[in-house]
C-alpha cells in the first residue's frame, strides 16, 4: 500500500531525505520535460521538479536510490544476471566477472588518472566502429561547470576528457541527446550512475541498443563541489578564479597514492599545486562526501562492461606512473583487455580475487560491513533505504563508534563548508571531530588485530 499511496511523492523521499546523488536519469525518463538539474545548499547537483509535474512517479523508476524498486531489478545481483550473463564466476563482494587483472596502456598511462585502461578502452571501442561516440566527463570554461558529461566521437576528444573528476556531473543533459543521434554510445561512469542507466535500459529496449559498452570507474564516494572549492583554497588559489583543476597530477618519482591537486588561477596568471598528503586524508574520513554515497554496497561498479580503480596494493603502488585494477564483466570487455595484452598495447597480468579486494579494503570495510549498521541507523529516523545486499552485518562497538563518527564529519564538513567557505576556519572547526574519528580508527585497528591474534591463537 505504501508504494501506491506515496508514489507520486517517492522523488521527495530521495531528494529531500538526502539520497539522491544527482544522475539526472529521472530528467530523462520525465515524459513531461518537467524536471531539471540545480546545485543544492551543500554543492551537489539534484533534480527539482517544475509545475508540469503530473506526479505519476515513473521518474523513479529509474532512480537509483529508489526506495521502491520493481522486481527483479531491486538489487545489482539481479540486475548483472539480466545484463551481464557471460560472467560466470560470482562473489558476493565484487559481483559477477569473467576476469581480474592489474595493469595499464603503454600508450594512456601518462596522460591518465591510473593506469589510463579507461581511456584505452573507449578509444578501442571507436577504433573498431563498435561505437560512433564515447560520452565521458569533459571539461568546459564554464567557473561553476567546470566538468560536465560530453560526446566524444574521435579519439583525441576521449583522451582529453581523461583523468577522474571528482567533481558532481550529470548524465541529465547528455542522455536526452542519444535518441537523436544515429549509431551506438560508449558510457564511462560511476556505480550508482550505471545503475540508473541499467534500469532504463531494462525498460527500454531502445536504450539498451544504444548504450552498448559501459566503462565503470570504481568510486569510493561522491564528493560536493565544495571539495574543489576546499582544495583550490587550499592550493593559494582565488575560489571562481580558477580552471583547469586537475585531482590526481602524478609525481612519477614516488609513490601513486602521492599524488598533487593542481589549478590555473586566472588572476594571478599562475599555477597552483598542492600534495594530497598535506591536505590530509579526504576518502577515509568521508569529508565533502554524499549522505547517498553511504547507503550504496556496489564497490566495485558491479553493472559495467568492466569496472577499473587503482591498484592500491605492492608493487603497484609503489610506481608513480600508476597502475589499474582490471574487473572484465562482458564477453566484448574480455575480449578488448586479451587482445591488447597480445598485440602489446597493455601490460597486464592477472590478478587473485583477494588482491583486489586488499586493494578496495577500506570501501568494502566502510560500504559493505558497516552498512547494516548505517540502514539501522537511518530507520530509525524514519528514512526508507532502497533493498541493499550487505544489510545484516553486525559490527563490533568500536567500529559502530567509527561509522557514527564518520557520518557526523561528513554532515559537519558540508554544513561547515556552505555557512563559512574559508579553510582556516574549516580547519578549526572540524579538528576535534576528525582527531576523535581518528583515535576511535586507531582502537578499533588495535582490538582488530588483538581479536584476530587470539582467534589464530585457538586455532
Ligand atoms: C568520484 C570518484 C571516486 C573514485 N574513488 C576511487 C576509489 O575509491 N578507489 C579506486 O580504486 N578508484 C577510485 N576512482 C577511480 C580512479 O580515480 C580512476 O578514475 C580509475 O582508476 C580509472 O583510471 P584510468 O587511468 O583508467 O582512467 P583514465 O584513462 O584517466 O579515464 C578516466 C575516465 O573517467 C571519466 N571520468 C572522470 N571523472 C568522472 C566522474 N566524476 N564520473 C564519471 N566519469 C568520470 C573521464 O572522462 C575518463 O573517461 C574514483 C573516481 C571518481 C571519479
Known sequence: ML??????????????NDLCVGCGLCVYKCPNNAIEMRWNKIGFLVPMPSNKCDLDGSCLTVCPFNPFPQNNVRTEKELSDHFLPNAKSFDPQIGRYIAIYAGYSNKFRITSSSGGIATYVMTELLDRHTVKYV?????TKNPFAPYVYALCNNKQEVLSSSKTKYFPVTLSNVLTQLSKLDGTVAIVGTACFIKAIRLAQYEDQTLKNKIVFIVGIICGGQKSRFFSEYLIRK?????????ELQYRVKDLSSSASDYSFSCYDQTFKHQKEIKMRYVGDMWGTGLFKANACDFCDDVTTELADISLGDAWIEPYVSDGYGTNVIVTRSTLAHEIIHQGMINGSLSVRDLELEQLLISQRGSFNHRQKGLGYRIRHAKKRGIIIPPKRHDKESIPFYFKLVQKKRMQVRKASLELWSRMPKTETFDRRIRDKLTCLRIRTKVYHYLEKIHKILMSSLL
Open 3 to 16: 508504494q501506491m499511496e506515496n508514489k507520486s511523492k517517492v522523488i521527495d523521499l530521495v531528494v529531500n
Open 135 to 139: 560520452v565521458s566527463v569533459k571539461e
Open 235 to 243: 592550493a593559494g588559489g582565488t575560489l571562481d578564479h580558477c580552471s
